[in-house]
């Protein structure tokens, strides 16, 4: 179904609050569920909601917890999110780390024990909006990993993003975002697949017995679970692991091996490095030269129908469309949106009635 993004942020929206979520958390929570899903992130959008309502049902989730600076030396802050929403706690770490970068030039953030972040982007972009380079780790224990090494068969990792964000080098411009998974596709990707009842490209999953496959049942269905491959190869294996050890062990939040307790929800540990470009010298001299390298990559000769786009412009030319179209949710998708607003005391109706459904 295609469900226009105001009421299905009205719905989502009502469904946190309705399990213990004050408003103005609830609020950025679903906004930042809704921009994943009109920038055409649907692993990162609206399909979590069911697991936070949840989460925050069985205790494993603060919805009244805020970011707690532990450590400050200089630059370099650690933060505890209390396993507190992550878009919140990770905003309001952020905001220290741009603080910092202000004052010095730099800020370094070690944030833990956050509930799940959801988009990473929207971190780099709340750097960038504020004139600074970003660059981001990130880490995830939640449940089983989920992603294989390099010439493994079995899970090791979790997809543990990497952004790296450029602030708009004219004015008016957009900045230049880079935001993914160090697995071949992200773990959500293949649960939205799942619930559409689709398959997944070639070479980004493989079955419990290490062979390729593009069912995505092979990591929802009722089997033996398989894992995700990491992407190019020895390259996404070695970030994934970088991210492990930056996002995870460096910040005090754990990494994915045995002695970390992998049952508390969703939790995320992000390194974020941010940086003040005009530190480096002329400012201006700097925004010319990338403009003009990101003008003369934009020039390049089509290989297919389509141009050539840099980090950014799809998800803005995704987001257009659905703010005219609306937001696809699978039906399956719909069902446990519904089950866990029931699980929180809305019944379906009335929350089909908030989405306009």
């Known amino acids: 179904m295609l469900i226009r993004a105001e009421t299905l942020q009205a719905a989502i929206t009502r469904m946190l609050e309705a399990a213990g979520t004050a408003p103005d958390p609830a609020r ?10 009109l920038q055409g992130h649907d692993s990162h959008g609206v399909q979590l909601a069911p697991r936070y309502v949840l989460n925050a049902l069985a205790g494993k989730l603060d919805p009244k917890a805020n970011a707690q600076v532990v450590r400050r030396d200089g630059a370099v802050i650690v933060v505890d999110g209390g396993m507190g929403y992550g878009q919140v706690v990770g905003r309001q770490a952020m905001d220290l780390a741009i603080a910092a970068a ?59 993003p990497i952004c790296i964000a450029v602030p708009a080098t004219k004015p008016g411009g957009h900045p230049l975002l880079l935001d993914f998974a160090t697995s071949a596709i992200a773990i959500g990707k293949v649960r939205v697949a799942h619930s559409a009842g689709k398959k997944v490209p070639e070479n980004s999953l493989i079955d419990h017995t290490g062979k390729p496959t593009t069912d995505p049942a092979s990591m929802y269905g009722a089997g033996p679970r398989g894992a995700l491959l990491p992407f190019g190869m020895h390259k996404g294996s070695g970030l994934a692991l970088v991210c492990e050890i930056l996002g995870g062990a460096l910040t005090g939040g754990g990494t994915n091996q045995p002695a970390t307790p992998n049952d508390r929800g969703i939790v995320n540990g992000m390194l974020a490095i941010v940086v003040d470009p005009a530190r480096f ?8 030269e990338a403009q003009a390298m990101i003008d003369h990559v934009k020039t390049s000769a089509p290989g297919g129908d389509e141009p050539v786009l840099v980090a950014g412009e799809p998800e803005r030319l995704t987001k257009a469309a659905r703010l005219r179209d609306g937001i696809p949710v699978p039906d399956a998708t719909w069902d446990e949106i519904l089950a866990a607003a029931a699980e929180a005391g809305i019944t379906r109706g009335d929350l089909a009635a908030i989405a306009g459904v």
């Open 281 to 288: 010298g002329d400012l201006d001299a700097f925004r010319a």
């Open 102 to 160: 202000k004052d010095s030039g730099v800020g370094l953030l070690a944030l833990r024990n956050t509930h799940h972040l959801g988009r990473i982007g929207a971190y780099g972009d709340r750097a960038a909006q504020a004139g600074f380079l970003s660059i981001h780790f990130v880490n995830a224990v939640t449940g089983p990993a989920v992603v294989a090494p390099w010439r493994g068969s079995t899970s090791r990792f979790g997809t543990n």
């Open 28 to 37: 950025i929570v679903a906004a930042d569920l809704l921009e994943a899903n």
